[in-house]
């Protein structure tokens, strides 16, 4: 599978007809259903580092809640409910990338109990403590034109919200976890650090030639 590094080749991805992939078979997903409008994460390198980095680490997770924040089409909690994690809730701020969710949860079977969200961050979550929360925000800083630029460019608005937000659904002793690359520099240890959390980098690779890192945070 080519991953597409450009901006451009990403955003035009998202208008490319829905199609199944067993990209992620070796962790687990034997199909995972992309939809149009639905960022592809089979051609993300975060999704797949990340996805592939809980697959490995379900220490974090087994027996605990889990909540996927910003899920697209669902693969990072997917992993988690499929590793061991006792209950997975998802939320997307796209209605169609939680609709592409709920159909990845039926198609895989998954047995734990599941919630989903459309939500802008935790705006429209009901409130709830999770012991485990995963965030793998837009990649790049700026102002999006669309819908469809949403998924890789937001402002550090979407971080803050994010780091401030999380505080009330985070049991005392839960941990988030963040991916982001050397390629795009984005604040998320400032954030975290202005709101409280206790930051550790716990995992650096090189991915498809890019360094790429896993951020895991405490109270």
Known sequence: MQVLNDIQDIINLHREET?????????????????????????????????????AHPELYQQKTVMDVGCGCGLLG????????????FSDVSSPAVSNTDKNIQQLHIQVPTQTFVSD????????IFDFIIFNPPSVTGVPKDFLEETIISPDKVLEDFFSQSQHYLAGDGKIVVPYSG??????????????????LIDTSLYEGVELSTLLLQR
Do not use: M, W
């Open 78 to 89: 997917l992993v988690c409910a499929l590793h061991g994690a006792s209950a997975v809730s």
């Open 19 to 55: 199609y199944s992939t067993d990209y992620f078979a070796d962790i687990g997903i034997p199909t995972l259903l992309l939809e149009t409008q639905v960022f592809k994460a089979d051609r993300s390198l975060l999704g797949q580092y990340l996805g592939r980095f809980l697959a």
């Open 183 to 200: 390629k795009h520099s984005r604040p998320h240890q400032k954030y975290a650090e202005e709101n409280g959390y206790k930051v550790q």
């Open 121 to 128: 961050c935790f705006a429209q979550i009901p409130p709830q």
